[in-house]
């Protein structure tokens, strides 16, 4: 029966890395992470997946309606974040198809956060044609119609 649910959340990853590129970039920095975390920052998402905090809500949403875990929503002081149900590795790649299973979430991962990012860490680096596209998708206006101007 668990055999049946892990193929069911493969199948789900496995056509959200096809059809969403933030996700992609989300599952590719699991597959080349080195140690296991069981949550992980709404902030390190849209960090690491190049969006915006509310798309990497969304994001989340996504990632707990594939059953890869659960969207925790920040109350008390503490951080939104992404619990995850399965280790963030093997998640990343099943994904991309480099493995077939996924495994579950070592007993060493539980309770284990990502390290919280510093100030200047907060906002993703872009170039002017990735801050071109965000600026069309947020104001909803052609990327033609944006121009940007580094004085300095």
């Not at 996700?23 to 590719?28: G, V």
């Not at 002081?77 to 991309?96: E, H, N, P, T, V």
Request: aromatic share 6%; with cysteine.
């Amino acid at each position: 029966m668990a055999s049946d649910v892990k193929q069911r959340v493969v199948k789900k990853i496995r056509t959200l890395y096809k059809n969403d590129a933030p996700a992609r970039l989300i599952f590719d920095w699991g597959a080349s992470r080195e140690r296991e975390t069981e949550f992980t920052t709404i902030d390190r998402i849209a960090v690491k997946a190049r969006i915006d905090r509310s798309e990497a809500i969304a994001l989340a949403r996504k990632l707990q309606e594939a059953e890869c875990g659960e969207f925790i929503l920040g109350r008390r002081g503490s951080k939104s974040r992404f619990r995850w149900d399965y280790s963030f590795i093997s998640l990343g790649q099943a994904a991309s198809g480099e493995v077939a299973d996924i495994d579950t979430l070592s007993d060493d991962a539980r309770g284990r956060e990502e390290d919280d990012l510093p100030e200047d860490a907060k906002l993703p680096v872009l170039t002017i044609p990735q801050a071109k596209e965000a600026l069309s998708r947020s104001l909803g206006v052609p990327v033609e119609s944006i121009e940007i101007l580094v004085k300095g």
